[in-house]
Structure formats: C-alpha cells, structure tokens
C-alpha cells in the first residue's frame, strides 16, 4: 500500500458506522429500495421503501407512461422532443405544427392541441403504468432497518481475522418488516452485507439470548471475518426484504 493511502480503519468508530449506513443505503438501491433516514436514531436507521408489481414482483413505476395511442411507441425515456405539437383548427379543421395561437387559414382562435406521434401521426397521451407482465396493481412495501457494521478485528497491530457485532435486548423490535443488515468492511475496505429479520437472529443466538452478558448489554457476537461462521447463511440476503 502506498504510503499517503487511507484505509476505512482511519475512520472514527462514529464515522465508520455511518459510513456503513451508506453503504447499506447504496446496496439497497441496487435492489430497487428507496431509502430514508430518520430524523432521530432510534434502534431504526433506515427506512426503505418500495413500488412492485403486485404479481411478479418486478419494480413498479409510478409515473405514468407517455404512449401513442395508435402504434403503441412509448416516449416516456428521453424522447419527449419526439412528441410532435400539433394544433386543429376546430372551426376549419386545419392541422398546424408548432407554438400557433390562430388558425393559419381561418385566423379562428379555437384551437386544440393534439401531442402526435412522430412515428405514425397518432395521438399521444398519458396512460398508467402497467407491468410487462400485464398487471395493472402494484403494492407498496415499507420496511425498517438496523444497520450494524464492523470492520476486521486486530490485535497489537495484527489481524484477527474476526469481525464483531454489538447487539443488545433494545435492538430486538417485535416487528415482521424490521431487519438488521450487517455491514462487515474486509482489510481491502471491501464490504459483505448480512441481511436477517429479529426471528433470524434470535433463532441462531438460541440460548445465549437469554445468557447474562446479553442481557446485560455486553454481548458481542465475535466471528470469521473469512467465512462469518454461524451467520454465513445471511450473506446477501437482500431478497429476505421482499
Ligand atoms: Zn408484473
Ligand atoms: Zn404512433
Ligand atoms: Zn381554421
């Protein structure tokens, strides 16, 4: 490593856990999550949310689509200039292109704008999204996240190969949508996201759940920064959300 480089263990303890946040907030989008911090921290330090098709799942678009009625060509992506201005003369008929304030031929002022398409003449309008699948419904999903980061442990300047995550009795909220996503930043400063719901985690902690240090607010679950050990099933599990 060159000798001027910083690294992620040059961050402060409370710097690195928000640089985490944003992390976990950019893999969320990746996913098609919008992602939200609340205003005080309280256990949540996100909340995510998100538009689906309510039959395949796919991400849903709440904009509606700009469509040509006759063939079909879709001018929602970029292609507004493509939308001809069209104007009819509703006293003669006459058809104008362009900003026109009177009939070109009978100087009428009554005159109806028709958006065209370049492509067949069609009308252009706006229409609701529907989903390639062909549904027309969509849900809205919400879900609340903590996110808990570390980085790889050392000792007298050596590594430990571990990683290690504070979790306390608070941190269990008793709600299906809330999720904790451990974010786990190798000595590359590259990152591994654990994603699990609070029943994920209790069913692997089992018994030291109810263990004094846990209780006391002193457990840290210690574990192979190689592997994660016993919470390697929650390796990117981002589809858990869903
Ligand atoms: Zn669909
Ligand atoms: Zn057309
Ligand atoms: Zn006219």
New binding site residues.
């Given amino acids: 490593m060159k000798k001027n480089e910083k690294t992620t263990t040059d961050l402060s303890t409370k710097h690195f856990s928000r640089y985490g946040e944003f992390l976990v907030s950019f893999e969320l989008s990746k996913y098609g999550w919008n992602v939200y911090n609340p205003v005080y921290d309280e256990y949540i330090d996100l909340i995510i949310h998100k538009h689906v098709c309510e039959d395949c799942g796919k991400n849903w678009n709440l904009t509606p689509a700009l469509v040509c009625k006759k063939c079909g060509k879709d001018f929602s992506k970029s292609l507004k200039k493509d939308v001809i201005a069209k104007k009819i ?6 058809e104008m292109i362009g900003n026109k304030s009177k ?6 002022i009554s005159l109806v704008s028709r958006p065209s398409c370049n492509k067949c003449d069609g009308e252009v309008e706006m229409i609701d999204h529907s989903c390639e699948c062909g549904s027309k419904k969509y849900i809205t999903k919400f879900r609340t996240i903590q996110v808990k980061s570390s980085r790889i442990e050392h000792k007298d300047g050596k590594s430990k190969n571990t990683f290690a995550v504070d979790l306390k009795p608070r941190d269990l909220i008793k709600d299906k949508y809330h999720f904790f996503i451990w974010c786990l930043v190798d000595d590359k400063s590259l990152p591994h996201f654990l994603v699990m719901s609070v029943n994920d985690f209790k069913r692997v902690m089992g018994n030291s759940l109810s263990g004094i240090s846990f209780l006391k607010d002193q457990d840290r679950q210690h574990f192979s920064s190689k592997d994660f050990g016993k919470w390697k099933e929650f390796l990117n599990k981002f589809d858990k959300l869903e």
Wanted: hydrophobic share 0%.
């Fill in positions: 003369c509703s006293d003669c008929g006459t009939c070109t031929k009978c100087k009428s």
